[in-house]
């Protein structure tokens, strides 16, 4: 006999899958005109969490894990407004249901307004986004991240940007942890051929909070390698990366002669397999070990999760 939480689950699963579908079939026409200026995707999901963690409220763990339903809906736009000068806009609706603990629960609100100009061999762009967090059925934050960047191509296979973040998070009820944040980074990408690409990326983010003892400077970088092959007359796409960051708080004593330090690495794999024009199935496994003065920011993490997509 089903329990009361197995009945539940099998019905939320029921209830995205039937939104995602829903939302996609529905819009289909619209975005499939011959412009193709549109784009609408849907997709639903499985996601197992060893270490349940809130990144925007300090990432210390709970010791607990469980597992949820994820939702994802959204639509894309982009305009060519000149032969140099290109906009874009889109939403995004994130739903991540947990199974026991509804506390985790999250739903993001998420639009974005973009825009690039060719410049010779260089590439301008600038982007504001916009995002609303929900906990557990609760406003959690308000955030806005204005995005300049610049690139150009090195040869035939090299590609170089550099870029500019800036961040501003207002919180309903925590606001102490209302921040500003500058950040600066560079990426990397090397075409090695059709099929296969690296990227790597090195930024430096300096966040200042309403009460100093959240203020934080943190270094991060990242690497991946990314393959492309045929399965089943199909591109199939998978990818190995790694992460690495450590943050340094200004204010933030674990002892009365030490301030709190934290370091993460994280190593995952991602599969994608298209299974026809429209649908497509993803997967992850990534593990990451955080190691930190603060005994509640010190844990490892195992993350695996399986998607099912639809775009048009």
């Given at each position: 006999?089903?329990?009361?939480?197995?009945?539940?689950?099998?019905?939320?699963?029921?209830?995205?899958?039937?939104?995602?579908?829903?939302?996609?079939?529905?819009t289909?026409?619209?975005?499939?005109?011959?412009?193709?200026?549109w784009?609408?995707?849907?997709?639903?999901?499985?996601?197992?969490?060893?270490?349940?963690?809130?990144?925007?409220?300090?990432?210390?763990?709970?010791?607990?894990?469980?597992?949820?339903?994820?939702?994802?809906?959204?639509?894309?736009?982009?305009?060519?407004?000149?032969?140099?000068?290109?906009?874009?806009?889109?939403?995004?609706?994130?739903?991540?249901?947990?199974?026991?603990?509804?506390?985790?629960?999250?739903?993001?609100?998420?639009?974005?307004?973009?825009?690039?100009?060719?410049?010779?061999?260089?590439?301008?762009?600038?982007?504001?986004?916009?995002?609303?967090?929900?906990l557990?059925?609760?406003?959690?934050?308000?955030?806005?991240?204005?995005?300049?960047?610049?690139?150009?191509?090195?040869?035939?296979?090299?590609?170089?940007?550099?870029?500019?973040?800036?961040?501003?998070?207002?919180?309903?009820?925590?606001?102490?942890?209302?921040?500003?944040?500058?950040?600066?980074?560079?990426?990397?990408?090397?075409?090695?051929?059709?099929?296969?690409?690296?990227?790597?990326?090195?930024?430096?983010?300096?966040e200042?909070?309403?009460?100093t003892?959240?203020?934080?400077?943190?270094?991060?970088?990242?690497?991946?390698?990314?393959?492309?092959?045929?399965?089943?007359?199909?591109?199939?796409?998978?990818?190995?990366?790694?992460?690495?960051?450590?943050?340094?708080?200004?204010?933030?004593a674990?002892?009365?002669?030490?301030?709190?330090?934290?370091?993460?690495?994280?190593?995952?794999?991602?599969?994608?397999?298209?299974?026809?024009?429209?649908?497509?199935?993803?997967?992850?496994?990534?593990?990451?070990?955080?190691?930190?003065?603060?005994s509640?920011?010190?844990?490892?993490?195992?993350?695996?999760?399986?998607?099912?997509?639809?775009?048009?």
């Open positions: 006999m089903k329990t009361f939480t197995q009945t539940k689950l099998s019905m939320s699963l029921s209830v995205l899958i039937s939104t995602a579908l829903s939302t996609a079939l529905a289909a026409s619209f975005a499939q005109d011959k412009n193709k200026n784009s609408i995707s849907a997709e639903t999901g499985y996601l197992h969490d060893s270490q349940l963690t809130i990144a925007e409220l300090d990432g210390t763990a709970s010791d607990q894990s469980d597992t949820a339903l994820t939702l994802k809906v959204g639509a894309d736009g982009k305009w060519q407004l000149t032969e140099n000068t290109q906009i874009s806009a889109g939403y995004q609706y994130n739903q991540k249901q947990f199974q026991d603990t509804q506390t985790y629960d999250t739903q993001m609100h998420q639009a974005n307004i973009a825009s690039r100009y060719a410049l010779g061999v260089y590439r301008l762009g600038a982007r504001l986004d916009y995002a609303s967090i929900d557990a059925e609760a406003d959690l934050l308000d955030m806005t991240l204005l995005t300049l960047d610049i690139g150009r191509m090195l040869g035939d296979a090299v590609y170089l940007r550099g870029s500019t973040v800036l961040r501003d998070k207002s919180f309903a009820d925590l606001s102490e942890r209302d921040a500003q944040a500058v950040t600066i980074g560079a990426d990397v990408f090397y075409f090695i051929n059709m099929s296969q690409y690296l990227t790597a990326s090195i930024s430096h983010e300096d200042s909070a309403d009460n003892r959240f203020d934080y400077t943190e270094g991060k970088l990242k690497a991946s390698f990314t393959q492309k092959f045929t399965v089943f007359e199909q591109t199939a796409k998978a990818q190995v990366y790694y992460q690495y960051s450590d943050r340094d708080y200004a204010a933030y674990v002892n009365p002669d030490e301030f709190r330090a934290d370091s993460k690495q994280t190593l995952g794999i991602q599969y994608n397999h298209p299974l026809s024009q429209y649908f497509e199935m993803y997967g992850k496994i990534e593990h990451t070990k955080a190691q930190s003065n603060l509640s920011a010190d844990y490892d993490e195992n993350l695996a999760s399986v998607n099912l997509k639809m775009h048009f």
